[in-house]
């Protein structure tokens, strides 16, 4: 979740008693107040529940109701799903044996072949403004850009006016042929007077027949729902979250948005692949097929779909599913037929002696869409977590730790040790917010510290350490994790992208990542100084971590944390 996904929204709306009974207790917050800051919640899960059983009928007959509620309540967290597995993939250990160890990967997912050398870590919010800045300046075909949203200060603007001069550019005659493509949440994009939309206009207007903006909205935001949920809480139902920045073949992958904190004092990871056309081809048809399924920007400011392709919310919600379900398999799975065709042929090649490329390494696409059903990052994050065992060591980052129940059944489980990195309070993105929002922070800590507590009460303190990230007046939003095989100094792998590995990454949201497995040394140990460099800036968790004064959490913000955390 980013900084914009504010909590409030929700289910459970035979608990409304409950709630009241908590309020009660929950002194010095008025009984107004909190009953303002859950109307929603109440409202939207009994209005869900009703409206779904009145006119279920109705909507098979004719395609939609104009006030049909997509189901919102969240079913339990299941338990970890069955992972793939093929014989003979597990159990290797050191380098030599990266290929094996992690071929099972390439029977699932594309799998691109890239050299090493042209893959770099990004560290700071300035290094990746910049180099975002640079690249579209010199784009001649392409920039794709996917995003939860756009920002409406000065930095957003002067990204703005870097397409711009490329577009002109272009129609000098240096490079006719430039499309220039964004994605972002409608939610997201559409709030407020000045928004992602008014920041992009006048570029549409412009260049319309090379300017393309595409507003993804989540066929779980509908009827009453989408009528009685504010506009500063309905992205809390589900987004588009993907975070893919890509210019010409080279390609950006990360969980920042754009947005000036993004620019500027907000931590989080990047990764440049330079000159991989064969990723960034990948990645601007995955980013083109989500767009090609999302409401169009006009140049009037209105919004419409593509001919043809079913309405978000107006629509039928499973036939709406199911279309875009399968318009983006279709990248998937035809990147992943014609990477298997070409890695046989290698192979083939390899047996005949002709000696192989410098492609050192493996890029893996990993896409999760729950709501279209496609949870293809989950599977293989639990794969991974899974073949962890003993003397591996997982560093695992989340700016907001709240990991799913069957994440954390690995976790705890017997296998890796674990250093997980979360932000402590004062980072966190929701840090001094006005009104509720700003006792978000505290239902982390009360998450955090269940967790702690599990953690003790299964005596894996030695093996499972829970890390704070501290930097005065920055914010923390990093996510993946880093994966170093049983005797091994420096990491093989790593989870780069936009997932958090929280409840709404698998299963409200639109997600993207990249699994990067290397043989280069050089790359391997960019990615152990991107971990230590993140790190070094942390405290170990420990009980009396809870005991400090500012860790008190409020007892309305403990009774209030079970019934929501589904949603952030």
Not at 277 to 302: I, K, R
Not at 342 to 350: D, F, I, M, Y
Not at 416 to 426: G, N, Q, V
Request: glycine residues 6%; charged residues 20%; aromatic residues 10%.
């Amino acid at each position: 979740m980013s900084s914009a996904d504010f909590l409030v929204s929700s289910q459970f709306a035979d608990k409304v008693g409950w709630i009241e009974t908590a309020v009660m207790m929950a002194a010095p917050m008025s009984w107004r107040r909190l009953v303002y800051s859950v109307y929603t919640p109440v409202l939207t899960g009994i209005f869900t529940r009703i409206s779904d059983r009145l006119f279920r009928t109705r909507d098979r007959r004719r395609g939609s109701s104009v006030l049909l509620l997509a189901p919102l309540l969240a079913e339990a967290d299941p338990s970890p799903l069955p992972v793939f597995r093929s014989p003979g993939s597990t159990g290797v250990q050191g380098t030599d044996g990266l290929r094996a160890r992690f071929r099972w990967m390439a029977e699932h997912v594309p799998a691109f072949r890239v050299p090493g050398t042209h893959i770099h870590i990004l560290t700071s919010p300035d290094q990746f403004y910049h180099t975002m800045k640079a690249r579209i300046k010199t784009a001649k075909r392409r920039v794709v850009m996917a995003s939860l949203y756009l920002g409406t200060g000065p930095l957003e603007q002067e990204l703005v006016d870097c397409m711009q001069e490329a577009l002109e550019r272009s129609q000098e005659g240096d490079n006719p042929d430039l499309q220039v493509s964004i994605l972002l949440d409608y939610t997201r994009g559409s709030r407020g007077k000045t928004n992602s939309r008014s920041m992009l206009l006048p570029l549409l207007k412009q260049y319309s027949s090379q300017m393309r903006v595409s507003l993804y909205h989540t066929p779980d935001l509908r009827g009453l729902l989408r009528l009685l949920v504010p506009q500063r809480f309905n992205e809390t139902i589900g987004v588009q979250h993907i975070k893919a920045y890509l210019f010409d073949d080279d390609l950006i992958i990360s969980g920042a948005n754009l947005s000036d904190s993004y620019f500027t004092n907000r931590q989080d990871r990047y990764v440049l692949l330079e000159n991989c056309g064969e990723v960034a081809d990948f990645f601007s048809d995955l980013v083109g097929a989500v767009g090609d399924v999302s409401l169009q920007l006009q140049t009037d400011n209105s919004v419409s779909m593509m001919y043809g392709m079913v309405h978000p919310y107006r629509g039928n919600r499973d036939e709406f599913s199911a279309s875009a379900r399968q318009h983006i398999m279709e990248v998937v799975n035809t990147a992943h037929a014609r990477q298997h065709i070409a890695e046989s042929e290698r192979l083939v090649r390899e047996s005949e002696g002709e000696e192989g490329g410098k492609e050192d390494t493996w890029v893996f696409p990993l896409v999760q869409m729950k709501p279209l059903g496609i949870q293809v990052d989950e599977q293989v994050t639990q794969r991974l977590l899974t073949d962890a065992g003993p003397g591996a060591t997982v560093f695992l980052t989340s700016g907001y730790f709240n990991l799913t129940r069957a994440y954390m059944s690995l976790v705890l489980g017997l296998g890796a040790d674990y250093r997980i990195l979360t932000a402590s309070p004062e980072v966190n993105g929701f840090f001094g917010a006005k009104g509720i929002a700003g006792e978000i922070p505290a239902a982390y800590i009360h998450i955090a510290r269940q967790f702690y507590s599990k953690v003790c009460q299964l005596g894996q303190q030695e093996r499972v350490h829970l890390h704070e990230y501290h930097r005065a007046q920055w914010t923390f939003h990093a996510k993946g994790l880093w994966y170093y095989l049983r005797g091994q100094v420096r990491p093989c792998l790593t989870l780069i992208g936009s997932p958090n590995f929280g409840y709404r990454s698998v299963h409200r949201d639109l997600e993207a990542q990249i699994a990067i497995v290397t043989e280069n040394q050089v790359l391997q140990a960019q990615l152990q100084e991107e971990q230590e460099l993140l790190y070094q800036r942390s405290t170990e968790v420990s009980s009396s971590t809870f005991q400090q004064p500012d860790r008190h959490v409020k007892l309305w913000v403990k009774l209030l944390t079970p019934l929501i955390k589904n949603f952030f």
